[in-house]
């Protein structure tokens, strides 16, 4: 459920009509409804057990004005860098609520962590674990930490986005766990509060996910018994959206939250989730110009303004995003690849798509686009990053205004020897 919808034929944000942005911020510009954020959190949280900790992830969409929506509304943050810690605290999550995920966090970033006194960091390997207990003892302090493991279950998603396998990079080896937290007790500056666990994104069966969070709490369970006060489970994120309309929807968040209550019943844990996805995917949408429809020798091109480098997941996941006209408009529908004005032939966003007919000028909403979106942006082929709007009912806010050529061209500099 958004709140993108047709008024009178015209693409809508809530109250907004997109023409109105698109003509006074131009295009491309990514739009994101107020309304969708706070209901896709609020949805989410209330179908957890009371009381967990909702730590958005911010990887996701970092626009302070997303993060400080969230935060009002009681998010906490999941981190992956100093840089998104900086954004997190900057957008008003307070500290006790982020937690710092990562398999290659730097002896910078996690001071920088211990600095901030957030709530936790997601230790995943035991170099990063000696590392910080060197770090929190140095400064005299005891960094409270989970340890993400590696639960080897496969999330039966896009490879590149898969990250529970024994084969990935991520956490430890679940098995390992035990020897690990025997040598939490030893380290002065480590004090070990449970477990973390994230096996992919994008994931549309709740039956991986509760395969691996069974073998956590299963492990959880065997700490205690060996004499380990853990009472925290960090269960991660990665729950599935619809992007295709009128298709099957991934679990409802309600389902995943039965789950979860089923699994940890008389457990006494506190609960983490990192949804990212989730929460910001429907809530944006990329607005485009169709610059030219363009006639081929065995296909016609709805060449748009935004590229591969504004929106790369067809490009990078082979991923489906719907497109759909700003203006309905009548006639017959037509079959057109729908591509971006970069130098790839990758600069493709959907392949023989039927659409309404389009016409020079008009105007494309990518929809599902606000996870992974902007955030990967990139100036590729010399292109300046895409606006972001934020609407709320009848206002909207250029929240990230479009970067000038000139100020693209001035972060350069010229040796003096040149
Ligand atoms: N927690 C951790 C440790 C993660 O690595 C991720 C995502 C999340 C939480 C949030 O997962 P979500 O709820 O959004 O599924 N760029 C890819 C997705 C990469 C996901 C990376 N990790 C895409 O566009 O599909």
């Known amino acids: ?52 900790l909702i730590a958005y992830a911010i990887k996701a969409n970092g626009n302070l004005a997303i993060i400080r929506t969230l935060a009002a509304e009681g998010a906490g943050a999941d981190v992956v860098s100093q840089g998104e810690l900086r954004r997190a605290l900057a957008g008003g999550v307070p500290p006790e609520r982020i937690v710092f995920s990562g398999v290659g966090k730097t002896a910078e970033e996690l001071a920088f ?60 080896p679940i098995d390992g766990m035990p020897e690990l937290a025997k040598r ?77 209550r089923r699994i940890s019943a008389g457990l006494d844990l506190k609960l983490a989730f990192e949804p990212g996805r989730l929460i910001v995917a429907n809530a944006g949408i990329l607005v485009a110009k169709a610059v030219y429809v363009k006639k081929g020798a065995a296909r016609d091109f709805l060449v748009l303004d935004a590229g591969m480098n504004d929106l790369i997941r067809p490009a990078m996941y082979d991923a489906h995003h719907d497109i759909v006209p ?57 292109r300046p990053l895409v606006p972001e709007v934020l609407v709320k009912g009848r206002d909207w806010s250029v929240v990230r205004p479009r970067p000038s050529y000139e100020e693209m061209l001035g972060r350069d500099r010229l040796p003096e020897w040149l």
């Open 113 to 172: 962590a211990l600095d901030s006194r957030i709530h936790q960091i997601n230790v995943e390997s035991e170099n990063e674990l000696e590392a910080l207990n060197a770090i929190a003892a140095a400064k005299g302090v005891v960094a409270d930490i989970v340890i993400r493991v590696n639960p080897d279950v496969d999330a039966r998603t896009h490879a590149k986005i898969s990250t529970g396998k024994g084969e990935n990079k991520f956490g430890v």
């Open 184 to 260: 939490c007790d030893a380290l002065p500056g480590i004090s070990l509060k449970g477990i973390a666990v994230h096996i992919g994104s994008q994931i549309t069966d709740l039956g991986p996910l509760e395969a691996a969070y069974r073998k956590v709490l299963d492990m959880l369970v065997a700490l205690r018994a060996a004499g380990h006060a853990v009472d925290r489970a960090d269960l991660g994120g990665g729950l599935g959206v619809p992007y295709v309309m009128n298709e099957t929807h991934p679990p409802a968040p309600s389902l995943y939250g039965d789950m979860v």
């Open 1 to 52: 459920m958004n709140h993108f919808e047709y008024i009178g034929g015209i693409l809508h944000a809530e109250d907004v009509p997109i023409p109105e942005i698109a003509a006074a911020v131009g295009t491309p510009v990514y739009v994101y409804s107020t309304a969708t954020l706070v209901r896709h959190f609020t949805v989410f949280r209330d179908a957890l057990p009371k009381g967990s």
């Open 326 to 382: 700003v203006v309905r408009s009548e006639g017959a529908e037509h079959s057109y690849d729908v591509v971006g004005p970069v130098c790839e032939t990758g600069d493709t966003f959907a392949r023989g798509r039927v659409l309404p007919p389009f016409r020079d000028g008009d105007l494309a909403a990518i929809l599902t686009a606000g996870a992974y979106g902007s955030a990967q942006a990139s100036e590729y082929n010399a």
